[in-house]
C-alpha cells in the first residue's frame, strides 16, 4: 500500500499484466425474469467488499503501477440494455478494459421479450485469475439471490483491506537460486525453440480484425468416458486435453519428422500456499509451466498425454512453481520463457451460479481475451481455454481475426473434438502399441 488506504502498489509479477492487458470475460444465459435493481445491488456489494474491483491503473515510481480507489461517481455499476444477446456477447468479448479506467465491468442484455438475458462479468487479470473470477461471479448471484429472498443488507459498508500480492505470500528464497533458476530456463528455451503456427489471414492484415471464439462441448456422457480414460491410463483430463490440442497444432505445421512444439500450462498457486488462499480473494494467484516435446505425425496421443502430464506433475512436486513465478518479471526481457506453440488453461470442474426460483441458466462461459494482437508476426500460439461447468467439460478457441481466420478455427477446434472423443475409446493401457516420445 502506497498511499493510506486509498492506493496499493502493484508488485512485479502483476505489473506484468498491466501491459499485456488481458482480462476474463465471464458470462451466463438466464431464462425467466431477472430484477435488474436487485442484481445492480448485487453487484454493488459485491464490489464494495473487493477493494481491487474499485480501482484503475495508475504509474508509480520510476517503471511500476499501483491500484489507485475510484472515486464513488467513477466505481462500477451495473449497465443495462434491451438488444440481441448473440450480438451483445460478441461486443462485451471485444470491449476493453483500458489502462485508467475500471477494471471490472458487469453488462446485463435482455432480448426484447424480456425472458431471456446475457450477463457478462469483465474482469482485468491484473487483480483476477480463472479462480477468483468464477468466484465472483457465482458470489455475485449469491448475493443476488439473497436479497431476492430479502436476506442480505443491499448496502454493506466498503472492505478497507486490501489483498496482499500472490509474490508476497511465498516461501523464501535465497536470490542466487532464483537467479540460478532463471539461467536454467533461459538456456533451455534456447536449446529447444519452439514452433508456432502460421496465421492463414494473408498479411498485412486488415484493420477491421476483431475478437470472436470457437467452443468446444462435450456432453456429460462424453465428459465422463473422457474422465474414466484419464483414470484409466494415470494421467488428467488437463493432459489429455493438451495432447488433443498439441497434435492438432502439429497437424497445421509442414513435414513429416519431428517438430518441437512448446505447451504451456498455467498452473494454480491458491492451493499450493501456506495457507491456502481462498478462490474469494480478488489476487492473480497463478504462474505458468512450459514444456517442449518432439511431436511427429506419429506421435502417439496417449504417450503424449503421459509425456506432459508427467513433466507438468514433476515441476509441480518440486515446488519450481514458485521460483516461476518469482522471474516473471524477467519475461519482457526473455520473451521465449513463456513462448509456447499452444496455451492450455485448465479450470477443472467449477460449479455454475445458484439462482432464485423461476431464474435458470442455460450456459456458463469463461473466455480470456486482450487488446492487443499482433497480425504483422505472421504467427503465434494457439490458445484453448478449458473449464467444466457443471459436469460438461468446455473448450473455448479465442482468436482475433486478423489473424487466424473463423473456418482455421472452426477446423482446429473440430480436430481437438476428435481427438478427445478418440480418446474415449483408448484401449487398456497395456494393449495399446505407443509410438515412444524421445
Known sequence: MTDGMNERALCPAETLYVGQRSRAVLSCTLSGEVDTEILSAAFDAVTAAHPTLRTRIVPAGPAGHALRLLSEDARPRLVTRTGDLDD????????????????????????????????????DHTITDGHSSIALHNSLWDRYRSLSEGNADANPEDEAEWPRPVSELLPHSDEADTAKYLERRVEQAAAHQVDLVAYDVPHPAPAEGHIETRRLTLSEEETTRLRETARRTGVSVHALVSAAVVRAARRRLDGDGARTLGCLSPVDLRS??????????????????????????????????????????NFIDAGEYTQELRITPEIPRHP???????????????????????????????????????????????????????????????????????????????????GLLAFTDTAEPDLVTAHRLP
Open 88 to 123: 451483445a456477447y460478441a461486443e462485451e468479448l471485444n470491449a476493453p478494459l483500458p489502462v485508467g479506467g475500471p477494471l471490472t465491468r458487469a453488462v446485463l442484455v435482455s432480448a426484447p421479450e424480456g425472458d431471456r438475458h446475457l450477463f457478462v462479468l469483465v474482469v
Open 336 to 418: 521465449t520463457l513463456q513462448l509456447a506453440t499452444v496455451i492450455v488453461t485448465n479450470m477443472g470442474v467449477v460449479p455454475g451460479p445458484r439462482l432464485p426460483e423461476g431464474l435458470r441458466a442455460t450456459d456458463v462461459r469463461l473466455v480470456p481475451a486482450r487488446e492487443n494482437y499482433f497480425p504483422q508476426a505472421g504467427r503465434s500460439p494457439v490458445m484453448a481455454c478449458v473449464v467444466s461447468f457443471e459436469g460438461r467439460l468446455a473448450v473455448e478457441f479465442p482468436h482475433f481475426t486478423s489473424c487466424f481466420s473463423p473456418s482455421f478455427m472452426r477446423a482446429f477446434r473440430d480436430d481437438v473434438r476428435e
Open 272 to 313: 499450493r500456499l501456506t495457507p491456502p488462499l481462498p478462490a474469494s480473494v480478488m489476487v492473480a494467484a497463478v504462474t505458468t509451466h512450459l514444456q517442449t516435446a518432439e511431436v511427429s505425425p506419429e506421435t502417439e496421443p496417449v504417450e503424449l498425454a503421459r509425456l506432459l502430464h508427467t513433466r507438468l506433475r
